[in-house]
Structures are given as structure tokens and as C-alpha cells.
């Protein structure tokens, strides 16, 4: 097939059941409420052949207008090469704007971000594996409705980002845990159904004990369930969670266009990530 009869359309939720295929290509676990919940807060795009089939997809999730994530980039395992990762990309980057980009790259997806002016901002590990009985810690609250404003401002702080989007969905769909001091919110973390179990993240805290405090308080209550946190190399949290059984299984590397230049020392740090996609 020529390249020159595929067009890049908009995603719609008709595309759906085409992009959870496209995924299982790739070897990865998102089921169709995951596509679902990303397009949903998202732009998205596919490439589509003549005849209607989708050959790749690719999704634009804007944190209003401070900054964006470019998620979902695949190309049908048969038409790789052929320069249609490069059109999805440059139709999202269109939609974008001026508004900075931010992604966590496969090795697939390296060569291609780096050609279109990303550049590496750190490494993402996925750690994933069977939740082992801990005992729950004590420092840690269920979230209520009325926390969530406190939540968005500490996630503002972490990420660099107006999140407001993906924090209120998380609510609907997953629950928020937090730390109370002298009646502040100063940490919190969300968990919810995602792929194969349940997914950590994100999990944003002022020090490495607490962030560690709210990812047990979810392993706490979910003995013998799947989960999975994604988490910055940097923060330090991925050998505790190898030490509790979630294991090191792959991830990626987190690219800026243009590079991110966040403060030195935050007040609070991203711990988990929402998910690689979402950020
Ligand atoms: C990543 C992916 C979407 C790329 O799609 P594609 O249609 O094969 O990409 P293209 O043909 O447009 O290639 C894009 C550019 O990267 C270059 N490129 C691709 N693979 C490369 C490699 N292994 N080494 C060096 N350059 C490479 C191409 O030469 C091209 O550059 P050019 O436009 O300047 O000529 C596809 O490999 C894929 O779906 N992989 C599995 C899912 C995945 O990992 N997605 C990335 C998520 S972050």
C-alpha cells in the first residue's frame, strides 16, 4: 500500500476497538476503559487506510494551555517505516502549538522524538508484580471530596502543570489516599483499575517516607492483586518496591520539547506517575 493513501483523521470512539488492538500489538496491557479514559482527556489522532483501517493512533492529552503529553504513538506492525509515526506526530505537534511537549519514549519511539526536537529529561522505571500482606500504615487518610483542591495544588507544584483534567477523573474512576499535617493536605497518592490490576500514580510527596507510606497504604489493602507503579529513577523509590516484590519490568525515557527546567529543590516531587502515557 502506498503511504500516500493513508490519512491522518481525528479519533473518535468508534476507532476504539482498532486501537486496543494496535496496543496488544505492542505488548501492551491497556484495555478499552484504559483507551476509553485517555481519549476521553485527550485530542486524539489515527492514521486510517482507504478501506477503513486504522494503522496507527496517537494522542494529545493538554494540560490546559501549560503543557501537553503525547501518549498512544503506534504504528501497525506492518506498516512501520514507512514514515506514518513521523504524520501522527507532526499532527499532534500541530495541535499542540506553542504549548511545551512532554513524553516517555520506547526504544521504538526514540529515534523518531529525538529527530523532532525532544530531548531526555530522565528515565522512567515500571515496576509491576503481586501485592505481598504488609501491615497498613497509620499516617495515612482516605481522600474526601473536599480534599481535592489541596490535591491539584500539590500536583500543580510537582509536575510544573495545571492537571485539573486528569486529578477530577482520577476521582471518578480510582480513589485518593492523603497526608494530613496541622490540618494540610502535604502529600497524596491515587490508585485505580488499569491494564492487568490496579496502577499507583501519581503519587506526589515532600520526601521519600511518605511517598513510600502512601504506595503501602494501597498494597495494604489489595493482598495478592496485581499493581503496578511507574516511578522517576531519580526519586529513589524503585528498590523498595523490588524489595516488596514489584519488579523492574521495562519503562522509558521521559523527553521535553523544549527541555523542562523545573526548580532545584521542589517543595514536592512526583514519586509515581499517573501512568507512562499520562505523566
Ligand atoms: C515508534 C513507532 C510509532 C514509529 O512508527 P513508524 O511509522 O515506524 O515511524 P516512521 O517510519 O515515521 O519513522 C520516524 C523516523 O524515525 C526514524 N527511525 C525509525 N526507527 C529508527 C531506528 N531504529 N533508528 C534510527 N531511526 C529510526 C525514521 O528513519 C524516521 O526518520 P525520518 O522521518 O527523519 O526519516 C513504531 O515503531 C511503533 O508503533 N512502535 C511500537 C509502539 C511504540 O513503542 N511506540 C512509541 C511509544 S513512546
Not at 28 to 52: C, K, M, N, Q, Y
Not at 87 to 110: H, Q, S
Not at 158 to 179: E, H
Not at 248 to 264: D, E, Q, T
Request: charged share 20%; aromatic share 6%; net charge neutral.
Amino acid at each position: 500500500m502506498q503511504i500516500i493513501d493513508i490519512a491522518i483523521a481525528p479519533m473518535g470512539v468508534e476507532h476504539l476497538e482498532d486501537a486496543v488492538r494496535l496496543s496488544r500489538q505492542s505488548g501492551w496491557p491497556h484495555r478499552p476503559e484504559d483507551w476509553r479514559l485517555a481519549l476521553a482527556l485527550s485530542d486524539g489522532f489515527v492514521a486510517i487506510t482507504a478501506s477503513g483501517k486504522v494503522a496507527g493512533t496517537i494522542l494529545l492529552t493538554s494540560y490546559g494551555r501549560d503543557c501537553a503529553t503525547i501518549n498512544m504513538v503506534i504504528v501497525d506492525e506492518s506498516m512501520r517505516g514507512r514514515g506514518l509515526g513521523r504524520r501522527l506526530m507532526e499532527a499532534a505537534m500541530a495541535l499542540a502549538g506553542d504549548r511545551p511537549l512532554r513524553l516517555v519514549a520506547t526504544a521504538d519511539g526514540l529515534p523518531l522524538y529525538e529527530r523532532l526536537g525532544f530531548r531526555e529529561t530522565g528515565t522512567i522505571v515500571q515496576h509491576q508484580g503481586i501485592a505481598v500482606a504488609i501491615a497498613a500504615p497509620q499516617n495515612i487518610q482516605v481522600a474526601n471530596a473536599a480534599d481535592l483542591s489541596s490535591i491539584l495544588d500539590l500536583d500543580r507544584q510537582a509536575y510544573g502543570a495545571d492537571r485539573t483534567s486528569l486529578i477530577r477523573k482520577l476521582a471518578d474512576v480510582g480513589q485518593y489516599a492523603v497526608i494530613r499535617r496541622d490540618s494540610q493536605i502535604s502529600a497524596f497518592a491515587a490508585v485505580r483499575s488499569f491494564g492487568r490490576g490496579d496502577v499507583i500514580g501519581p503519587v506526589v510527596a515532600a520526601n521519600l517516607d511518605d511517598a513510600k507510606s502512601l504506595v503501602s497504604h494501597f498494597i495494604s489493602s489489595r493482598t495478592g492483586a496485581f499493581l503496578r507503579v511507574d516511578t522517576g529513577i531519580e526519586t529513589g523509590l524503585a528498590p523498595w518496591l523490588t524489595d516488596l516484590g514489584l519488579a523492574p519490568v521495562g519503562g522509558g525515557i521521559a523527553m521535553a520539547r523544549p527541555a523542562i527546567i523545573l526548580p532545584a529543590t521542589p517543595a514536592v516531587t512526583t514519586f509515581a506517575l499517573a501512568n507512562q502515557a499520562l505523566g
